[in-house]
């Protein structure tokens, strides 16, 4: 199985030269530490930045440089800085190619949940409203399962939804899995994890075709 690190060194594959992106909270703000080398990408946070670079190294954070999920961040050369409405603005008129955010819940439609789980305080929706509603595509970073092993990958969405029909494609700590025709299809598994177990931890409808490579990195 994947760690966090890995699941995001696995979506940074997926970044493309030219790319604007924006990084969901969690697992997803990883992958800034993964671009692949010789391409170029933009990383936009939606407090209000254009060129997010890597975590800092140890002594080297800046209290005034956070991310979304308030974690310290670095800027890259050229980057800017601006206000909140601005960044919803650009996220709004579609402007940001590839949205990653992580989720508590995705459907084989490509439904999200992400934002609330019923009786728990949380202190809003946040942005991925407005990320799922806009983006050109969009991406899923999450645990394949919940802490008491039951699947994360569903017929339908038990949670309050944050999107519909949205989501492209899961990384996962055990598989690569594209959402197509109402399914999830397996592409890839993670290094030692067998079909037959990402079959059993997937409650939602799921396409095998022929031989499954493992992941590479």
Known sequence: ???????????????????????????????ANYIPAGIKVVLQSENGLLGMGPFPMDGDEDADLINAGKQTITTVPGSAFFDSAMSFGMIRAGKVDLTILGAMEVSE?????????????????????????????????????????ESKLLPACTLPLTGV???????????????????????????????????????????????IPEMLF
């Open 1 to 31: 199985m994947l760690n966090k690190n890995q699941i995001a060194q696995r979506l940074a594959q997926e970044l493309k030269d030219g790319y604007y992106v924006n990084l969901g909270i969690g697992i997803p703000t990883l992958v």
């Open 109 to 149: 439609l490509g439904d999200i949940a992400n934002w609330k789980i019923p009786g728990k305080m949380v202190k809003g929706m946040g942005g991925a409203m407005d990320l799922v509603a806009s983006a050109k595509n969009i991406m899923v970073a999450m645990m394949h399962t919940n802490p008491k092993g």
């Open 165 to 211: 029909n949205c989501v492209k494609k899961v990384v996962t700590e055990l598989a690569v899995l594209d959402i197509v025709n109402g399914s999830f299809k397996l592409l890839e598994r993670a290094p030692g994890v067998s079909v037959d177990e990402i079959k059993a931890k997937t409650a939602g409808k799921l396409i095998v075709e022929g031989d």
